[in-house]
């Protein structure tokens, strides 16, 4: 896992003004993708406690499993959003599964920064391959550097302000009838089907109306008898 490069000024100790930072991101929970359908995530940094700070970092984020080794997808564009600034072009590289070398100096506005109103920090845009499995991304392990204080001129530096890893990630399907991902459609499916529906995992939501009822066993037999393509 990268580390995050860091500006920051000596001094201060980071408990002593009780400031602690999580990565958040808007991934809905459960989320399902076809073949070719792309999300697009936004990663942010919120700050809690303390005064507001006036930060300056970099982020990194990776995607840490594959759980059936499939073609499940990729990384297909990015942008370093408004709030951050001074960030050289040639230090955000992809390998078409993981961002790596995110480097920005914040300095556009200032906090507080909390879960209200974070730090903005990248967009990227990921779209489905034709395999099946879990995608699950995590953040790089990191610490801040910060300076806090009532406004700019005022602010006071502290070091390694820590912040929170975060995962999140989503559930592709190649077709919506072979539950269990085996490359066949059999009995064994309609098992998968009825366990995934009493877990309410969303890919028993056949019908994607966020409900989980008995039109959705009537969706999967629809699609089932349709078949893969």
Known sequence: MNCMVLIAVTGIGASA?????????????GTV???????????SVAFEGGGAPF???????????????????GIDGWTVLSDLDELPG????????????TYAVQINVFGPFNSDNPIDVIEFTWTAGEGSGEVAFETADSFLGLYVGEDKESARGINDVPTEETSFGWIVVSCAADVNGDGLLNVLDFI???QAFLSQNPIADCDGNGAFNALDFVCFQGVFVAGCP
């Not at 003004?17 to 929970?29: F, K, L, N, R, T």
């Not at 993708?33 to 990663?43: A, F, K, Y």
């Not at 040639?90 to 070398?101: H, P, Q, R, V």
């Open 17 to 29: 003004w009780g400031q602690s930072g999580e990565w958040i991101h808007d991934v809905p929970d």
């Open 192 to 194: 998968a089907f009825q």
């Open 33 to 43: 993708l076809g073949p070719g359908e792309s999300i697009v995530v936004t990663l």
């Open 90 to 101: 040639d230090m955000t590289t992809t390998d078409g599964d993981s961002l790596f070398g």
């Open 55 to 73: 930060a300056a970092f970099g982020a990194s984020v990776h995607d840490t499993l594959n759980t059936l080794g499939a073609d499940l997808g």
